[in-house]
């Protein structure tokens, strides 16, 4: 067993390291191409094939939904080594996907051309453009959602090198699509949608072949069962539920605060989501590599193992964040004033970029414990309390502001609304990992108070020292890091943690103490 454990432990730290390196190959040329992207289409046409994409990415909502089932349920029957289940399951998941798919495109189609002529503002002399836009983009919607089975299966298989290398390559060849488009002479908007659909249409031949050849199991068999095609439609049904609260918060949070302040205030919040969203995928590759060992641990009833790993990705993936998020928000102004330029970046924007990141934190501790519940199988419960919870934020939202609180209260108001949905997760979670909750406490709460307060209590201090205060703001940035390095290997790490870190550190820069 304890073998079994370390290799585990030694699989997910290698996926770790290659989910990251996806992240910032990918990063890095998406953030150039979006630049380019707009150069290329200019603004009109980027605004004409971003909007018409939005008609039909509405759908891939319900995708995502089935997208968190079907991962499940793949990666259950792999944990047990049911083969014969695992080749049913993905063979149902194509017809399932494959009859939705069918129902989108005759909706879409009907809808989409008729919405685009007659009810978006878009020049007179663009419809054709954005009518042929919009069926590259359906498309293109269908083939990713056909594929979703054989990307969970990689993902199950746990063959995160392989999920890297296609998310670097087609971030190379998004690129490459601009270059091309650059030297020649054609209607840009229309081209880009067609070869954007045709790099979509490679990624997914290529991907669907490499599950063909590397993992037997993925084999389409004619295979239905009413039994079980209901049983998957009730779990994403759940799912959808827990979805959607968290989908009307989004946009009830941008509505609400259109009607109090107005568009400048939801243009500082969209600018919050962005930063939010970055600095989010530190944390979520992690745990993309910690959550199918939690459901294959619960599907061979290693509860032990299964309640370690939601206990350290809990804290480990806070860990990654705050260190991440500490520097960011104490040079947030200067941060923002050199990516969008003085002129752009008002208070609001600052505040709201810096109380987003409070949110994060305080939600990436829900991640590990909503996977166990899923491993289960049985969502209703987790998800009517915690959904019902979490959608008196916007009735609150609406309190505090005729109160005259200011716009960035809301994100303040959200933090407390998840964290108290926190404490709902855990008192459900309990149970199935066999744990107190006090025991939770004490194992992951205890620690990230313990470095916030020390980080907070350091941050006061050296407030009053003016010298600091001067200082540039990237040698700001480089002294939050090393404080929050530092409070997290001393608080937040045990010593049996510590010596394991500080091990492997000193062997890898080879230091001879």
Same mark, same amino acid.
């Given at each position: 067993?304890?073998?079994?454990?370390?290799?585990?432990?030694?699989?997910?730290?290698?996926?770790?390291?290659?989910?990251?390196?996806?992240?910032?190959?990918?990063?890095?040329?998406?953030?150039?191409?979006?630049?380019?992207?707009?150069?290329?289409?200019?603004?009109?046409?980027?605004?004409?094939?971003?909007?018409?994409?939005?008609?039909?990415?509405?759908?891939?909502?319900?995708?995502?939904?089935?997208?968190?089932?079907?991962?499940?349920?793949?990666?259950?029957?792999?944990?047990?080594?049911?083969?014969?289940?695992?080749?049913?399951?993905?063979?149902?998941?194509?017809?399932?996907?494959?009859?939705?798919?069918?129902?989108?495109?005759?909706?879409?189609?009907?809808?989409?051309?008729?919405?685009?002529?007659?009810?978006?503002?878009?020049?007179?002399?663009?419809?054709?453009?954005?009518?042929?836009?919009?069926?590259?983009?359906?498309?293109?919607?269908?083939?990713?959602?056909?594929?979703?089975?054989?990307?969970?299966?990689?993902?199950?298989?746990?063959?995160?090198?392989?999920?890297?290398?296609?998310?670097?390559?087609?971030?190379?060849?998004?690129?490459?699509?601009?270059?091309?488009?650059?030297?020649?002479?054609?209607?840009?908007?229309?081209?880009?949608?067609?070869?954007?659909?045709?790099?979509?249409?490679?990624?997914?031949?290529?991907?669907?072949?490499?599950?063909?050849?590397?993992?037997?199991?993925?084999?389409?068999?004619?295979?239905?069962?009413?039994?079980?095609?209901?049983?998957?439609?009730?779990?994403?049904?759940?799912?959808?539920?827990?979805?959607?609260?968290?989908?009307?918060?989004?946009?009830?949070?941008?509505?609400?605060?259109?009607?109090?302040?107005?568009?400048?205030?939801?243009?500082?919040?969209?600018?919050?989501?962005?930063?939010?969203?970055?600095?989010?995928?530190?944390?979520?590759?992690?745990?993309?590599?910690?959550?199918?060992?939690?459901?294959?641990?619960?599907?061979?009833?290693?509860?032990?193992?299964?309640?370690?790993?939601? !206990?350290? =990705?809990?804290? +480990?993936?806070?860990?990654? *964040?705050?260190? %991440?998020?500490?520097?960011?928000? &104490? #040079?947030?102004?200067?941060?923002?004033?050199?990516?969008?330029?003085?002129?752009?970046?008002?208070?609001?924007?600052?505040?709201?970029?810096?109380?987003?990141?409070?949110?994060?934190?305080?939600?990436?501790?829900?991640?590990?414990?909503?996977?166990?519940?899923?491993?289960?199988?049985?969502?209703?419960?987790?998800?009517?309390?915690?959904?019902?919870?979490?959608?008196?934020?916007?009735?609150?939202?609406?309190?505090?502001?005729?109160?005259?609180?200011?716009?960035?209260?809301?994100?303040? !108001?959200? =933090?407390?609304? +998840?964290?108290?949905?926190? *404490?709902?997760? %855990?008192?459900?979670?309990?149970? &199935? #990992?066999?744990?107190?909750?006090?025991?939770?406490?004490?194992?992951?709460?205890?620690?990230?108070?313990?470095?916030?307060?020390?980080?907070?209590?350091?941050?006061?201090?050296?407030?009053?020292?003016?010298?600091?205060?001067?200082?540039?703001?990237?040698?700001?940035?480089?002294?939050?890091?090393?404080?929050?390095?530092?409070?997290?290997?001393?608080?937040?790490?045990?010593?049996?943690?510590?010596?394991?870190?500080?091990?492997?550190?000193?062997?890898?820069?080879?230091?001879?103490?």
């Amino acid at each position: 067993m304890e073998s079994n454990t370390t290799a585990n432990n030694k699989r997910i730290a290698k996926n770790t390291a290659f989910l990251y390196l996806r992240m910032l190959f990918t990063t890095i040329l998406s953030l150039y191409t979006a630049r380019l992207v707009l150069k290329l289409l200019g603004v009109e046409d980027f605004g004409i094939y971003n909007v018409v994409g939005g008609v039909v990415s509405f759908m891939g909502f319900l995708t995502a939904t089935m997208s968190s089932a079907t991962q499940r349920y793949l990666t259950y029957h792999l944990g047990i080594g049911d083969s014969i289940r695992f080749k049913q399951t993905f063979s149902l998941l194509i017809n399932i996907y494959l009859i939705f798919c069918i129902f989108a495109l005759l909706v879409l189609e009907v809808v989409g051309p008729i919405y685009i002529s007659y009810y978006m503002t878009i020049p007179q002399e663009r419809v054709v453009a954005a009518q042929w836009v919009f069926h590259f983009s359906l498309i293109t919607f269908i083939i990713n959602t056909l594929s979703v089975p054989f990307r969970s299966s990689i993902i199950a298989y746990e063959k995160m090198g392989a999920y890297a290398y296609f998310g670097i390559i087609e971030a190379i060849l998004y690129l490459s699509v601009v270059l091309f488009l650059q030297n020649i002479k054609v209607d840009q908007l229309v081209a880009y949608g067609l070869l954007i659909l045709i790099v979509n249409t490679l990624i997914i031949a290529i991907m669907v072949l490499y599950c063909y050849k590397k993992m037997e199991d993925c084999r389409y068999i004619s295979y239905w069962n009413s039994r079980y095609v209901k049983e998957l439609i009730a779990y994403s049904g759940w799912n959808l539920f827990g979805s959607t609260t968290g989908v009307m918060n989004l946009q009830g949070q941008a509505i609400v605060l259109n009607y109090f302040f107005g568009p400048i205030i939801n243009a500082a919040k969209a600018i919050a989501d962005k930063v939010n969203g970055l600095i989010n995928q530190f944390s979520q590759n992690f745990y993309m590599a910690v959550a199918p060992q939690i459901i294959k641990s619960y599907a061979i009833k290693d509860i032990d193992y299964m309640r370690t790993l939601v !206990l350290n =990705s809990s804290r +480990y993936s806070f860990f990654m *964040l705050f260190v %991440i998020s500490v520097p960011l928000f &104490i #040079i947030m102004e200067p941060l923002l004033t050199f990516w969008l330029g003085k002129e752009q970046v008002s208070y609001e924007m600052v505040k709201f970029c810096q109380y987003t990141i409070v949110y994060s934190l305080v939600n990436i501790l829900e991640q590990p414990i909503t996977m166990a519940v899923r491993a289960t199988g049985n969502i209703k419960k987790y998800q009517v309390m915690v959904g019902l919870l979490t959608l008196s934020f916007i009735p609150l939202c609406v309190f505090i502001f005729i109160m005259g609180a200011p716009a960035y209260m809301s994100m303040i !108001l959200l =933090s407390i609304v +998840y964290f108290v949905a926190l *404490l709902i997760r %855990i008192h459900i979670v309990s149970p &199935i #990992i066999q744990i107190s909750e006090m025991h939770y406490f004490t194992s992951v709460l205890l620690p990230v108070f313990l470095i916030l307060i020390e980080s907070l209590s350091f941050f006061i201090v050296v407030s009053h020292i003016q010298r600091f205060e001067d200082c540039d703001w990237v040698i700001k940035g480089i002294i939050s890091l090393i404080v929050a390095l530092t409070v997290t290997f001393i608080s937040g790490l045990n010593k049996s943690e510590r010596k394991l870190l500080w091990d492997y550190l000193t062997k890898k820069l080879n230091i001879k103490l």
